[in-house]
C-alpha cells in the first residue's frame, strides 16, 4: 500500500499569556507519493508551522499527523530520516565542510555505521548531478553564495532518497534560471514517486509546477485541490488583496499574472 502522510485536525499556538497566538487551526490535509503539493498563504499565514509538523518537527498542541497509519511521533528518529526529507527555509551549515560532505550527511539515517556503500556514493552523485553542484563539490560551503548553499542543502536532502520531501521556500536566493532548474527538479522527483511537498510565495510557479495547491489563511486551510480551480481571481483578491488574471504561456502552460492590490 502507498504511504500517505496526513495530517488531522492539526493545531499549534504559541506563546503565552496576552502574545498567545493560535497559527494554525484544524488544518487536515492527505499528502500522496508521486504527487507536487504547493502549499501558498500570505505571510504568517501557517504554511511553515504546518511542514514542520509533517516533518515530525513540531507536535501539535491538537490533533495529530500519521505516516501510514502510525502517529508520526510512534515512527523513530531513523525511520522518519530515512522517509521524510525536510529542507528548513533557514539552513545553518556551522561547520568548515565541503559540499561532497554537507551532502553524504543526507545518507546517515540509511547506514549502520560511518561506511559509505556503493548505493550510498551513487545516491550522492545522483543528487549533486541533480542539482548542478557537482562543480563544486570540494567548495567548502562557507564559501558558496546563497543561491549556491540553497542547492547544496536541497542536493543533501535528495540524497536521503525520502518518500516525502518537505521544503520550506526552496527557491529563496536562487536566480530566475535556477528557480525553473528546481520546480523542474521538482517535478522529477515526483515522478519517481516521492511526494513533494513546497511552500512557495509564487503564485505563478505554484500554478506551474504543482498538481495540487493548498491555499492558507490566518492558520487556516483556505483551500486544497487543482491549481487552476484554488488560483482564482476572486481566492486571490480575498487572501492576498491582490488582483490577478490566468494566462496560457508560451509553452502552453497555464500562469498567472497580478496586476496590484485591488
Known sequence: MTAVLKARDVSVTLGAGP????????ASLALRR???TA??????AGKSTLLACLAGLRAPDHGAVTLGDVPLERVSARERGQRIGFLPQVAEVNWDIDVATLVS??????????EQSAADLAAMADALAATDTAQFASRVVGTLSGGERARA???????GQPE???????????DPRHQFDVLALMRQV??????VVLVLHDLAHAMRVADRVVMMDSGRIAADGDPAAVL??????????????????ADGAPGLVLSGPC
Open 19 to 26: 502574545t498567545r497566538k493560535a497559527v494554525l487551526t484544524d
Open 34 to 36: 508521486g504527487e507536487v
Open 39 to 44: 502549499i501558498i498563504g500570505p505571510n504568517g
Open 105 to 114: 550527511l543526507g545518507r546517515l539515517p540509511h547506514q549502520g555505521r560511518w
Open 153 to 159: 542543502l536541497l542536493a543533501r536532502v535528495l540524497a
Open 164 to 174: 516525502f520531501l518537505l521544503a520550506d521556500e526552496p527557491l529563496a536566493n536562487l
Open 190 to 195: 515526483a515522478t519517481r514517486g516521492v511526494g
Open 232 to 249: 482564482t481571481p476572486d481566492r486571490i483578491a480575498a487572501v492576498y488583496g491582490v488582483a490577478s488574471h490566468p494566462v496560457t504561456l
